[in-house]
């Protein structure tokens, strides 16, 4: 069981708004430290598509922004498209943890109906 | 322009040692972290440990440690992650993942080696 939780699903029709919600603790995205959110299509790498929490990688549509609020964090995507089907993670830094202090959230199943 | 390649898929019995590899490309190899992201079957992402090939600085997640050996060759520009005896649960795809520091994301990974531990 990861320390940040995601849902496990969420979808959306074409053309929507949908959010994914990543919900820590004060030890990792409430204590401030940077969120990161990939997306992953299964059978490949995971994907870089937001970073520093509201940032976005070059070439990354400016349909997907990313927020935080207190100890949770989201990925909004508007305007959704049938490519935009895949599972999405989010990341962060967390101080209780040793190793490499990682977390990932359990990742969610983005459907576009 | 930076690559990570990692070695093929691998087909195992329970007990046998294992050692799959992720060559760096494009960059300086010692200057980066190089994570080993591990993902089961239909699940998700999990941090296995790090390395900074620079000065071999190795951390493992808690639940990784003593299951598994990370290591990293500066003179061929490769990370390394070992099995000394396999089981039927280490089935899964590694990643390996390259980032900057600790609060920065991974910006490039490796393709996947997929492990098959099967009698």
């Known amino acids: 069981q990861s320390v940040v939780t995601q849902p496990p699903s969420v979808s959306g029709a074409p053309g929507q708004r949908v959010t994914i919600s990543c919900s820590g603790s004060y030890s990792n995205i409430g204590a401030g430290y940077d969120v990161h959110w990939y997306q992953q299509v299964p059978g490949t790498a995971p994907k870089l598509l937001i970073y520093g929490t509201k940032n976005r990688p070059s070439g990354v549509p400016d349909r997907f922004s990313g927020s935080r609020s207190g100890t949770s964090a989201s990925l909004a995507i508007t305007g959704l498209q049938p490519e935009d089907e895949a599972d999405y993670y989010c990341q962060s830094y967390d101080s209780d943890l040793r190793g490499s202090n990682w977390v990932f959230g359990g990742g969610t199943k983005l459907t576009v109906l | 322009e930076v690559q990570l390649v990692q070695s093929g898929a691998e087909v195992k019995k329970p007990g046998e040692s294992l050692k799959i590899s992720c060559k760096a490309s494009g960059y300086s190899f010692s200057t980066y972290w190089i994570a080993w992201v591990r993902q089961m079957p239909g699940k998700g992402l999990e941090s296995m440990g790090i390395?900074?090939?620079?000065?071999?600085?190795?951390r493992y997640s808690p639940s990784f440690q003593g299951q598994v050996t990370i290591s990293a060759d500066k003179s061929i520009s490769t990370a390394f992650l070992q099995w000394s005896s396999l089981k039927a649960s280490d089935n899964a795809i590694y990643f390996c993942?390259?980032?900057?520091?600790?609060?920065?994301?991974?910006?490039?990974w490796g393709q996947g080696t997929l492990v098959t531990v099967s009698s």
């Open positions: 390395i900074y090939p620079g000065d071999s600085d190795t």
């Open positions: 993942a390259r980032f900057g520091d600790h609060f920065e994301p991974v910006d490039y």
